[in-house]
Nanobody, 120 residues
């Protein structure tokens, strides 16, 4: 059994910063891809940023230049450093990971989400 637990959300003023963390615990052999998604009220969930096992990262256009995704493979943890936050960044941020078990089977896991609210 694998669990993803996010932390670091909260209320911040526009222009401020937050750092989200997500730890994968349980039976983890390796993690192929880790990502952050966001769901704003009334909107569909959208990809914000993702990072592969080698550290290669991709970002949504809205996150480029402001957000940085990184991971610590030894700790099974992914981070999202968010700077210059805007009210449009408000939403629930979900951690997502493609985790390989000891049989090399890959499964898709999601965290419960952490709320980020940016006030104007």
């Amino acid at each position: 059994q694998v669990h993803l637990v996010e932390s670091g959300g909260g209320l911040v003023q526009a222009g401020g910063s937050l750092r989200l963390s997500c730890v994968a615990s349980g039976t983890v052999f390796s993690i192929d891809l880790m990502a952050w998604h966001r769901q704003a009220p009334g909107n569909q969930r959208e990809l914000v940023a993702q990072v592969d096992s080698g550290g290669g990262a991709d970002y949504a256009d809205s996150a480029k230049g402001r957000f940085t995704i990184s991971r610590d493979n030894a700790k099974n943890t992914v981070y999202l450093q968010m700077n210059s936050l805007k009210p449009d960044d408000t939403g629930v941020y979900y951690c997502n990971a493609l985790i390989r078990d000891w049989t090399s089977r890959v499964r898709d896991y999601w965290g419960q989400g952490t709320q980020v609210t940016v006030s104007s």
